[in-house]
């Protein structure tokens, strides 16, 4: 007996992949569990908004009454962002939240999912999880990075955050055969920085040749996605060294505090915050539209290039 899971389109979003028109996926994660509201619902249709600049349609994606929402309406945003209570439903949980009619906010990881199920091969987000520092004992990897091994999607980011262990996950990324290619940078971006101090395997700044090594992935018959980074613009960037050292101080506090497993993302970043007086959060609200804009034009070339080869 098969089954298969419900997909609930948008008309933009349905009319766009008919049409074989560009689309960009999109986590609800950033509305339900980033910034407060009404600033969520305004940064998620900034964040729509910076899809259609670069030349795509946006398709937020969202679980509801056990089935997918591949593009949220504007009611739908505004919903998910005043209310409370939305659980967060990574790769592992879609099935159970699914298979009992319940809702969630996607994360990167079930975003990926949706977005093969949905036939869209492009999805944005600010940034990506990775190994966790300490990983050698703890065994903390993201699904994210999991994820992506299995997903035919091309992930558009600004790297990973610099609270991970970022030569670990580049290291990952390379054991698991997924390409990183740069986009306007010679480095793999930690986020809200630009660089994380580790050099990217490839940049290119062009996109029409970005969109030709995507479909090169596929077609010699690999199973997982691409990352493509690009880095903040340099008038939303933080400093590495500052960025690293409220984060070692971060790590230190939260040893004493007992902190670790799930809790310790969310506590670091909210430190860090802190002692950067604010500017790391609107950093990543900067760069969920930064990215959000290249990912708009990326799709948009990959769309041509299959459009011209018939």
Partial sequence: ??????????EEVREALHERRPVVALESNVITHGLKYPHNAETAHRVEAAVRKGGSVPATICVEDGAIRVG???RDIERFASETGIPKVSSRDLPV???????????????????????????SSAGLGGVHRGAETTMD???DLIQLTRSKVAVVCAGAKMILDLKLTMEYLETQCVPVISYGSDDFPAFYCASSGVR???????????????AAHWAAGHPGGVVLTTPPRAEDAVDPAEAEAAISDALA????????GQGLTKYLMHAVDK?????????????LISTAEVGGRLAAAYA????EQG
Wanted: charged residues 20%; hydrophobic residues 45%.
């Fill in 141 to 143: 990897v993201s699904s």
């Fill in 1 to 10: 007996m098969s089954t298969t899971v419900p997909l609930v389109y948008s």
């Fill in 97 to 123: 939240v699914l298979a009992r009619g319940g809702r969630g906010a996607t994360t990167v990881a079930s975003s990926l999912v949706a977005a093969e199920l949905a036939g869209i091969p492009f999805f």
């Fill in 304 to 307: 041509r290039h299959l459009a």
């Fill in 72 to 74: 949220m309406t504007e």
């Fill in 200 to 214: 990217s395997p490839h940049r290119i700044d062009d996109e029409d040749l970005i969109a030709r090594v995507v």
């Fill in 275 to 287: 002692a950067t007086g604010g500017r790391t959060a609107q950093a990543n609200m900067a760069v």
């Fill in 253 to 260: 506090r939260a040893d004493q505090d007992g902190v670790s």
